[in-house]
């Protein structure tokens, strides 16, 4: 084993553990596992692809890359917008499925379902638009550059690890300091007990969407950059980012983060001493056993 | 005419495969609330398992033992009963969503081994020559597909009738009551995750024998054949036709089979060829939609006859919940 499973490990790790806080915020907040989650991930990694594309060819060419990396200016402007439209297509589908089952008062299992059945419609329709052929953000090939340590990382790379610290950091001060975080944690702890005492219960779900997706599409475009953009991409990481968010306890949002890093230095570390093909069986087995030994998680509160 | 005759024949045993597996499904959820999301990966096992008993011998992966095929849809249902126990063994105390995780991980732990345990699977080639039921009609395509239609109905028959001999039991009340009100059921001093364990296990041997006859059917099974996909179709088939419902689980098989290869000839007819794979796609956005717009406007399916699940469905079980009805009536 070389030590830079361990910068493989961190990296898609970062992306696991962004994808994750979506999910344990759904969990913790609307109260059921988000199925369709893995989708805004791919969603959001096509949605920019398409803005991205649409505006090299407005403006006659990507664009030189910005210093060290791989792609240039039409990346970022992207990226903005697509985190505005997956939140968006995020609000869409809880205003036509999920928030008329939460009105009804459906059971759990249904919404689960339901974000099945929405979760099937979303990866099929981007199969149907994009066609089932992997795509790319950019074909630039990057040297992986020392970082001493025996570690090397592609400037890429770096961008993708610093992105994710900061966004953490910045959605944990949020969801700790601000007003709509104590109202997020308020019904959170108890939804009826926070609408009586005036939150606007409505206005946080809308909140937790768009937090969620926001995320999502940031990390679905970091695992196009890294590796290459899939309709099943969503699929794929679903399995480590639900291990991640339960790993990390449901509601903590550093813990998801965490526990996404462990996921992926496990991967990583399964595909140097048994081999890739078994890398999907990682999160399963992180599964069961967070599941049988300490089903709240590492930074969870008991229920 | 003796060509839709003959494609009347194999549509009907198709959709009575998918029966079995709904049947199957309806045991874990519509009597026992059991939220198993990895279908694909138990009927995948029954198919394998059956495979390898049946087929003549190989030199390229393990088995060919040649025995009887129907040897091998009781070795078929045993293992896959025996898979689901351990898998119910580790995960059925879990909370429901937690329970759906668990085995949607499991199908995928599934269809990994299949994939790459290349010596005992034939890996991504996956397995052929599995022998057919009356293969000795072969050369009577008609005689042929009736006879395994006629087959496959006695099967979903005989389920039928010992799947609703058990649910008026004394087991499928139990199971019932404690869906319904689990406080209650400990306090009548039954073993909720006894139960649960058992009903699990059961609709698993009942998929894993759904696989076994879908395999030699069709005569060839591959690792793509237990994709998730299949898990939604029975899903949606169990939910339209009316969980908690043997005759609806039956009737949905049939009814979302229909749809499904209804939308494939549209598709085909509507799509030049080399767009195919797209219009593929398209037909799974249609099941997707369905079933949300089904969880929307109809929970209770066509024929949601059963009083007890339509309660569990439309609200979450609350202690204050009145005591359990373990009348029979499904």
Redesign the interface.
């Known amino acids: 084993m070389t030590p830079q499973v361990v910068m493989d490990g961190l990296v898609a790790g970062a992306m696991i553990g962004l994808g994750a806080i979506g999910i344990t915020l759904t969990y913790s907040i609307l109260r059921?596992?988000n199925?369709a989650h893995g989708e805004f991930l791919s969603w959001g990694a096509y949605l920019v692809l398409a803005l991205a594309s649409g505006l090299g060819f407005l403006a006659g060419g990507p664009g030189s890359p910005l210093g060290p990396f791989s792609f240039g200016w039409t990346l970022p402007v992207a990226l903005v917008a697509g985190i505005v439209l997956t939140a968006g297509l995020a609000l869409v589908v809880d205003a036509l499925?999920f928030g008329?089952?939460r009105h009804?008062?459906?059971?759990?299992?249904?919404l689960?379902?339901?974000s099945?059945?929405?979760?099937?419609?979303?990866?099929?329709?981007l199969?149907?638009v994009f066609?089932?052929k992997p795509v790319y953000f950019t074909d630039a090939l990057q040297i992986a550059r020392p970082l001493g340590f025996g570690l090397r990382a592609t400037p890429d790379q770096m961008l993708a690890l610093g992105l994710a610290t900061v966004l953490v950091v910045a959605i944990h001060l949020l969801m700790t300091r601000t007003a709509i975080g104590r109202s997020m944690r308020a019904v959170s702890e108890n939804r009826q007990l926070a609408g009586i005492a005036g939150i606007d219960v409505r206005m946080v779900i809308r909140t937790v969407w768009i937090f969620g997706a926001g995320l999502a599409c940031v990390a679905g475009v970091m695992s196009g950059l890294l590796v290459q953009i899939r309709p099943q991409m969503g699929?794929d990481l679903?399995?480590p980012l639900?291990a991640a968010a339960?790993l990390g306890g449901i509601g903590s949002v550093p813990g998801a983060m965490i526990a996404g890093l462990i996921v992926g230095l496990a991967e990583a570390m399964t595909v140097q001493l048994i081999g890739a093909?078994?890398r999907?069986?990682v999160?399963?087995v992180i599964?069961?056993a967070i599941?049988?030994l300490r089903?709240r998680g590492l930074f969870g509160r008991p229920e | 005419m003796i060509d839709l005759l003959s494609y009347g024949a194999f549509f009907l045993s198709v959709a009575l495969t998918y029966a079995i597996i709904s049947l199957g499904l309806n045991v874990q959820w519509g009597q026992t609330?059991l939220?198993n999301?990895g279908i694909a990966g138990f009927v995948a096992v029954g198919a394998y398992v059956s495979a390898l008993m049946t087929t003549p011998a190989a030199t390229d992966h393990l088995g060919g033992f040649g025995l009887p095929i129907a040897a091998g849809w009781l070795g078929a249902a045993v293992a896959t009963g025996f898979v689901t126990f351990l898998v119910g063994a580790?995960?059925i105390r879990?909370r429901?969503?937690?329970l759906?995780?668990?085995t949607?991980?499991?199908a995928?732990?599934i269809h990994?081994c299949i994939?790459?345990l290349q010596s005992v699977t034939g890996g991504p080639f996956g397995i052929g020559f599995i022998p057919r039921a009356f293969a000795g009609l072969a050369d009577r395509p008609v005689a042929f597909s009736l006879a395994n239609l006629a087959l496959l109905a006695a099967v979903v028959l005989a389920l039928y009738l010992a799947l609703e001999h058990l649910a008026r039991s004394p087991w499928g009340r139990v199971l019932r009551a404690i869906r319904e009100d689990e406080p209650a059921a400990l306090a009548l001093g039954k073993s909720a995750v006894r139960f649960r364990l058992q009903a699990f296990a059961l609709g698993g041997a009942i998929m894993g024998l759904a696989g076994a006859t879908q395999a030699h059917f069709i005569g060839y099974i591959a690792p793509d054949n237990y994709q998730?996909?299949l898990t939604?179709q029975v899903?949606a088939m169990l939910?339209v036709g009316g969980s908690g419902n043997n005759r609806g689980a039956i009737l949905g098989a049939l009814v979302v089979w229909g749809i499904w290869a209804l939308s494939a000839s549209a598709v085909a007819s509507l799509f030049p060829a080399e767009q195919q794979?797209?219009?593929a796609?398209?037909?799974?956005?249609m099941?997707?939609?369905?079933?949300?717009a089904i969880?929307?406007w109809r929970?209770r399916g066509i024929l949601g006859e059963a009083r007890i699940l339509s309660r569990?469905?439309?609200?979450?079980?609350s202690p204050a919940a009145p005591a359990p009805t373990t009348t029979s009536e499904t």
């Not at chain 2, 796609?281 to 956005?285: C, E, R």
């Open positions: 059921f596992s199925f499925l008329p089952l009804r008062g459906s059971a759990v299992i249904i689960v379902m339901a099945f059945g929405a979760a099937l419609t979303l990866r099929s329709l199969e149907f066609t089932s699929l679903l399995l639900f339960i093909e078994w999907a069986a999160a399963f599964l069961v599941l049988l089903p | 609330g939220f999301v580790l995960t879990l429901s969503d937690y759906a995780i668990a949607f991980g499991a995928v732990a990994l994939l790459n998730p996909i939604f899903w939910i794979a797209r219009a796609s398209l037909q799974i956005v099941i997707g939609l369905a079933l949300c969880l929307l929970p569990h469905v439309l609200r979450p079980p």
